[in-house]
């Protein structure tokens, strides 16, 4: 059985840090594009940032510069560092696993995900 389970949100303070992680357990991901994806209360999930298999990574303009996406392969793990963090970063983040072996494209959709963590929630309190 395949899982995706996120760690480490939580409440911060406006302009604070935190680090999401995501443990992969039941397949090992690393031929596979890993991505960060997030839902505010009464708006549409939305991408992040993703880490292909190759190391290469790709982020939303709004995160650019202030979220970092890393893998560790050899753990099956995926961490999204996140500074700077503002009252429009609070959000349910969500972390899933690319469908397609060895996606190297720059275009990242929720429908491309095939396997999706539960969530968790990271407030920023202004």
């Known amino acids: 059985q395949v899982q995706l389970v996120e760690s480490g949100g939580g409440l911060v303070q406006a302009g604070g840090s935190l680090r999401l992680s995501c443990a992969a357990s039941g397949r090992t991901f690393s031929d596979y594009a890993m991505g960060w994806f997030r839902q505010a209360p009464g708006k549409e999930r939305e991408f992040v940032a993703a880490i292909n298999w190759r190391g290469t990574t790709y982020y939303t303009d709004f995160v650019k510069g202030r979220f970092t996406i890393s893998r560790d392969k050899a753990a099956n793990t995926v961490h999204l560092q996140m500074h700077s963090l503002n009252s429009e970063d609070t959000a349910v983040y969500y972390c899933?696993?690319?469908?397609?072996?060895?996606?190297?494209?720059?275009?990242?959709?929720?429908?491309?995900?095939?396997?999706w963590g539960q969530g968790i929630q990271v407030t920023v309190s202004s």
């Open positions: 899933a696993a690319h469908s397609l072996l060895w996606y190297t494209g720059d275009s990242y959709d929720s429908s491309d995900f095939g396997f």
